[in-house]
């Protein structure tokens, strides 16, 4: 039965990546895909085969392919969701290619709008590649989830730099050094009946624009 070949076939190649013996899951997944190539479970496994193999282009051609299919519908894999994209995203980052690791932070952003990590990937990114207008949107986005987060203001703030608005990146400047406590956040596993949240808060001591208490 077709059905039962392709199932033992990707059942092989989770379970031999899971043992981290990347060749014969490497392998398998390359079978599986040959009878369903638009498997998007599939395409990640090899991905990850492909970079425990030390294959990193051909891992970065597939998670381009993941990237690509978001928003895509009727794949027997179903389309991307955002912590596909995440991942990706992550990895073409570590890669430094960070156009295309972009593209998989946005739209892990346009899928889930208020997660948070999505905006921050996002916002590191745009400030790898020196993209002042796109950092000041996303870094704006964050802040106004986590608006005590000194991390997030000098995103922004360096985004008002990068664009330009002297003013504007003053005055937040003058904000990350008034910040009384600096909250980070340490977890943010987003679910379909909400989120699990977990944050630091750290006290700062904070200054006036000239500097004192």
């Known amino acids: 039965?077709?059905?039962?070949?392709?199932?033992?076939?990707?059942?092989?190649?989770?379970?031999?990546?899971?043992?981290?013996?990347?060749?014969?899951?490497?392998?398998?997944?390359?079978?599986?895909l040959g009878w369903v190539p638009d498997d998007t479970e599939a395409k990640r496994g090899l991905a990850a085969a492909y970079?425990?193999?030390?294959?990193?282009?051909k891992a970065q051609a597939l998670e381009k392919d993941l990237v690509n299919a978001a928003g895509a519908s009727g794949a027997p894999g179903g389309a991307p969701g955002a912590q596909d994209l995440m991942g990706a995203g992550v990895n073409l980052y570590n890669d430094k290619k960070y156009a295309e690791a972009a593209m998989a932070f946005e739209k892990a952003?346009?899928?889930?709008?208020?997660?948070?990590?999505?905006?921050?990937?996002?916002?590191?990114?745009?400030?790898?590649?020196?993209?002042g207008p796109k950092l000041?949107?996303?870094a704006t986005k964050l802040v106004a989830i986590e608006p005590m987060s000194e991390n997030a203001l000098k995103l922004q703030g360096e985004g008002y730099k990068q664009s330009g608005k002297v003013?504007?990146?003053?005055?937040?400047?003058?904000?990350v050094l008034a910040l009384p406590v600096d909250v980070r956040?340490?977890?943010?596993?987003?679910n379909a009946g909400g989120a699990a949240?977990?944050?630091?808060?750290?006290?700062?001591?904070?200054?006036?624009?000239?500097?004192?208490p």
Not at 7 to 31: P, T, V
Not at 51 to 57: D, K, L, P, S, W
Not at 115 to 123: E, F, G, H, K, W
Request: aromatic share 6%; charged share 25%; no cysteine.
């Open 1 to 32: 039965e077709i059905k039962v070949r392709n199932r033992s076939a990707f059942n092989q190649g989770a379970i031999l990546l899971n043992k981290k013996s990347y060749d014969g899951a490497a392998a398998a997944f390359e079978k599986y």
């Open 51 to 57: 970079r425990g193999q030390g294959q990193i282009e």
């Open 109 to 131: 952003a346009a899928v889930e709008p208020n997660n948070r990590d999505a905006l921050s990937n996002l916002s590191n990114t745009y400030l790898a590649l020196k993209d």
């Open 136 to 138: 000041l949107a996303s």
């Open 167 to 175: 003013d504007e990146a003053i005055t937040t400047a003058e904000k």
């Open 185 to 190: 956040v340490t977890e943010f596993s987003p």
């Open 197 to 212: 949240l977990a944050v630091t808060a750290t006290g700062r001591a904070a200054q006036t624009p000239s500097g004192k």
